[in-house]
């Protein structure tokens, strides 16, 4: 998508009709600003005393949008109407509990124009719209009080095969393709990109397990005793993170530095 997406922002820069020059930028991820010692201690909206003590996200690609739309995605296609006006495709694993900036292995590339949306892309190397595509997009270990007992829990979500819908009419399976469950949008933004500014992406895995009801934790051993949350849509705990993951909400915020 990239090659197509410079091509159409040289032809708006020469027409202007976005009114900005191109910029390049550097883009970076943390984890929030409040971790300490590589963990996370907090109380889960269930009320479940938690410590992270792991968790990596796959972030694919960031995209910016001058348009805020009505809702999100359009029924049968997943870019947004509007337009790109940056955007950063080289994808990396983001320590989120590290609270320092890391840097992605590539310059992002975009126009100095407002944005008002931001997309965050959960996939792999691979097509957006590539079922078959395994990387694992997040993964978290720590343990959890649960009845007086301490629990420790492991997790990996991927978003492929696994997550497509049923389809009740086989004749129109373009009604929801994969990328619907990979893209994380709208994320509110108010920024506009400068040329060797950076696009500072914080990530709070905290309200990912809000929700979580950690006494359906699937137990994946007895010896050692672990639990763990599924790699698909059967229980409480696997939907509730996995919702909360592509949830626009509390998890992903964006500023611009100079």
Not at 5 to 32: I, Y
Not at 51 to 61: D, E, F, K, P, R
Not at 73 to 101: F, H, K, M, W
Not at 143 to 165: K, S, Y
Request: glycine share 8%.
């Amino acid at each position: 998508m990239k090659r197509i997406f410079m091509f159409a922002l040289l032809m708006m820069a020469c027409v202007g009709t976005t009114g900005g020059e191109l910029v390049s930028f550097t883009a970076t991820a943390s984890g929030p600003s409040d971790v300490t010692g590589h963990k996370l201690d907090f109380v889960s909206g269930r009320g479940f005393h938690v410590v992270l003590t792991s968790a990596t996200l796959h972030v694919g690609a960031i995209y910016l949008n001058q348009s805020q739309p009505v809702s999100g995605a359009q029924a049968t296609n997943c870019i947004l109407p509007g337009t790109y006006v940056a955007e950063e495709t080289t994808g990396r694993d983001i320590d989120l509990l590290d609270s320092t900036a890391q840097v992605f292995p590539d310059y992002g590339d975009g126009t100095r124009t407002h944005a008002r949306v931001a997309e965050i892309w959960l996939k792999g190397p691979g097509s957006i719209n590539d079922p078959n595509d395994s990387t694992p997009i997040l993964q978290l270990a720590g343990t959890v009080d649960v009845n007086g007992q301490t629990r420790a829990f492991i997790g990996t979500l991927t978003i492929g095969q696994n997550r497509l819908a049923t389809v009740s009419d086989p004749s129109q399976p373009s009604a929801h393709p994969i990328c619907k469950e990979r893209i994380v949008s709208p994320i509110l933004v108010d920024l506009t990109p400068t040329q060797n500014g950076t696009l500072a992406l914080s990530i709070d895995p905290r309200p990912l397990l809000s929700n979580v009801d950690f006494s359906q934790l699937h137990q994946f051993s007895s010896d050692p005793p672990v639990w763990g949350f599924v790699d698909d849509s059967s229980d409480q705990p696997s939907v509730s993170l996995f919702e909360a993951l592509r949830s626009s909400g509390d998890v992903y915020r964006l500023r611009w530095s100079p």
